[in-house]
């Protein structure tokens, strides 16, 4: 059973940090796209970075210089390292992951989400 599991969401200050991981298991992700995505009340669910198998990274304009994803295959793991936050960062988060090694757009497999609250 393919699980993804996202940790290290919470309460912050405007400009402070966060780092979020995504464990997963079941299945070795290691030649899959992997990507963060969130969903702000009201609003439409967005791709906030994605990084390929081979580790390039993609981000929404809006995270751009903020947001670092990462990976770390031999943990079956990925991160995202959020830095200044700001009050429109608020979201639940959700990790995300491509079942086939040619899928750009990893969304066939997803985590519970983790709620980031960025307070201002």
Do not use: H
Not at 79 to 93: F, G, I, P
């Amino acid at each position: 059973q393919v699980q993804l599991v996202e940790s290290g969401g919470g309460l912050v200050q405007a400009g402070g940090s966060l780092r979020l991981s995504c464990a997963a298991s079941g299945r070795d992700f290691s030649s899959s796209a992997m990507g963060w995505y969130r969903q702000a009340p009201g609003k439409q669910r967005e791709l906030v970075a994605r990084i390929s198998r081979a580790g390039n990274t993609i981000y929404a304009d809006s995270v751009k210089g903020r947001f670092t994803v990462s990976r770390d295959n031999a943990k079956n793991t990925m991160y995202l390292q959020m830095n200044s936050l700001k009050a429109e960062d608020t979201a639940v988060y959700y990790c995300a992951a491509a079942k086939t090694p040619w899928a750009i757009i990893p969304d066939d497999y997803w985590g519970q989400g983790t709620q980031v609250t960025v307070s201002s």
